[in-house]
């Protein structure tokens, strides 16, 4: 579906996209994550045809977006990163107007426009005005509204940044259903836990370049230990981690606290407890995509 | 989930299907605000016709002014027009064009679809175009019933105003492209428009300007526009200077819309 070898994408001096290589093949859902700023929406609007790019190679469909923009986008639905909704019309007339622009029949984007509603559990909102929608409501009317020319790839950029986790929840499960049905999807995030759910496969991203690539279970293998001890230490008591050196197979300390990368969280503890470490809270978990990231570039996804 | 199914071969609309779908959209959203620009585009226009044209006129009339043998509400009249279409064009120009790329970005979602930056451009300008067909032929209508034109070839004269009127439309949507917040706008309506509007011929000959201001004033459009109107209000057109007026009016739209594609061009696919 997608294709790209040493993409890259510059604003004046900056390089936004350096150089990175992908492919994306029908039916997955493929992920970029990465921090703010690490051109994941570079290489979104690039892939989605609006954006140029500076250098290398890009098919989309087995186009070039720089000769057949229009073509790719007609099959593409877009969910933005910023709502764009028109604010003035109807939950329903914001669906009929987008779906005229993919020269659809008027017809057949009624229908759809239905039935879209119904899949993102607007119908009963249907002539209600968007303005006073909540965020989680738009949002699902921008998805709904990226299907409604039936694409045949979907691309979605921070789907459920700034929603609540009850709107984050029914937002990933309107995606769920839609991979189930063999829709492809690529969607870019900042939250491990976004990627770990949705994502067949995914890129690293970090300062325009890939650093990393695989399912979510093979990059936690690859990169870090099974599991993760966390301590939390009051004020002033970070000095403490250099008597940790050696108690785990990693050890990170951030901020606000240190982790521990281990096989085995119990035996870690306890090795932590004999050392006279004595930390205001221990948490033993499973390592995440973000301590992937941690173990790669030494920071965390989200500040 | 039958639709999300089957997947047609959508058919692939043309250009100007897809500039119609925009022009379309115009006027659904139209339809939810229109209230709100009533006054401004209908009875700002139509007082200013019987205070002005009407009134005042009486007045200058008495005081036999020479004013080529037209009474004053003839002589004005036209030149209302002309300005009523320059306000409504540089509106429908500017604001629409800042609401889709900064207020409610609906550009941004349209530039998503097939939709290419030109075809999205002509959709603004022919919605631009309808409204100021609207709104001149509404005031035409009016002025005539107050018995301000003389000549059958005032019929012409609303033609001439949208031409008016897209002149300012088109430039103005390159300025609102361009420029990073709508304080610009502001200045261009209350320090190139509004004096435009008082001192281009609208309300007196241009030879009682002083005189390093009369060549000025006839640089601006909107003179031209005034100009092209009260001929054919008063059914003495010069085919020289008209072809001079429509030419100049014409190039303006050209080269607003040459440069509002561009500057839509950097902001939707940058």
């Known amino acids: 579906m997608v294709e790209a070898r040493g993409l890259s994408k510059r604003f004046g001096d900056f390089l936004a996209v350096d150089s990175v290589d992908f492919a994306v093949v029908a039916g997955e859902t493929f992920g970029f994550l990465g921090p703010n700023g690490a051109g994941k929406s570079s290489t979104m609007r690039m892939i989605g045809a609006v954006s140029p790019r500076a250098g290398g190679e890009l098919l989309v469909f087995g186009l070039d977006p720089a000769a057949d923009g229009p073509a790719i986008r007609q099959r593409l639905g877009v969910v933005p990163q910023q709502d764009n909704l028109d604010l003035e019309l109807t939950v329903f007339e914001n669906l009929f107007v987008y779906g005229r622009y993919f020269g659809l029949p008027a017809k057949l ?82 939250y491990m836990d976004e990627a770990e759910q949705l994502c067949d496969r995914l890129v690293v991203m970090d300062r325009g370049r890939i650093v990393a690539e695989g399912s979510p279970r093979e990059l936690i293998a690859r990169y870090v230990e099974r599991e993760v001890v966390e301590l939390r230490f009051a004020a002033g008591g970070d000095g403490r981690a250099g008597t940790l050196d050696g108690v785990g197979k990693r050890v990170e300390v951030l901020a606000d606290r240190v982790l521990i990368g281990t096989d085995d969280g119990d035996a870690t503890v306890a090795a932590v407890h004999a050392r006279g470490v004595e930390p205001d809270s221990v948490l033993v978990r499973r390592s995440t995509l973000e301590d992937v990231f941690l173990s790669i570039t030494g920071r965390t996804l989200v500040d | 989930m039958t639709a999300l199914a089957a997947r047609a071969p959508a058919p692939a609309p043309g250009s100007l299907y897809r500039a119609a779908m925009v022009l379309a959209w115009n006027a659904r959203t139209y339809r939810r605000t229109w209230r709100a620009t009533v006054t401004i585009s209908f009875l700002n226009p139509i007082f200013f016709l019987l205070s002005v044209g009407v009134l005042l006129g009486d007045l200058v009339d008495r005081r036999g002014a020479d004013l080529g043998g037209l009474s004053y509400l003839e002589f004005v009249a036209p030149g209302l027009l002309a300005a009523t279409a320059m306000q409504l064009g540089a509106g429908e120009g500017a604001f629409p064009v800042m609401a889709g790329l900064r207020w409610v970005r609906s550009y941004h979602a349209i530039a998503a679809t097939p939709v290419r930056v030109p075809e999205l451009l002509a959709g603004v300008l022919a919605w631009a175009c309808l409204r100021l067909a609207v709104g001149t032929v509404v005031f035409a209508a009016v002025a005539a019933a107050f018995g301000a034109f003389t000549s059958p070839l005032a019929a012409l004269a609303p033609a001439a105003a949208v031409l008016c009127g897209l002149a300012f439309a088109a430039p103005l949507a390159a ?34 300007l002083p005189g390093w201001l009369e060549p000025v004033a006839w640089a601006t459009p909107l003179w031209h526009g005034v100009a092209l109107c009260r001929s054919l209000a008063a059914g003495d057109v010069d085919a020289a200077a008209a072809l001079v007026h429509v030419g100049y009016l014409l190039a303006l739209l050209a080269l607003g819309a040459v440069l509002a594609t561009r500057a839509l061009e950097r902001r939707l696919r940058q």
């Not at chain 1, 990226?146 to 929840?169: I, S």
């Open chain 1, 109 to 190: 984007v009624r229908e759809r426009a239905q039935e879209l509603l119904e899949f993102v559990q607007l119908a009963e909102r249907r002539d209600h005005r968007v303005e006073p929608l909540s965020g989680g409501m738009k949002r699902r009317l921008t998805i709904a509204r990226a299907l409604v020319n039936a694409p045949e790839l979907m691309l979605l950029d921070e789907p459920t940044t700034g929603l609540d986790p009850q709107a984050r929840h029914a937002v990933w499960e309107r995606l769920y259903r839609l991979k189930q049905q063999g829709v492809t999807l690529v969607l870019t995030t900042h």
């Open chain 2, 175 to 208: 300025v609102s492209a361009s420029v990073d917040s709508s304080l610009a706008l502001t200045g261009i309506f209350r320090f190139v428009l509004l004096p435009m509007f008082l001192l281009s011929g609208t309300f007196f000959p241009l030879e009682r």
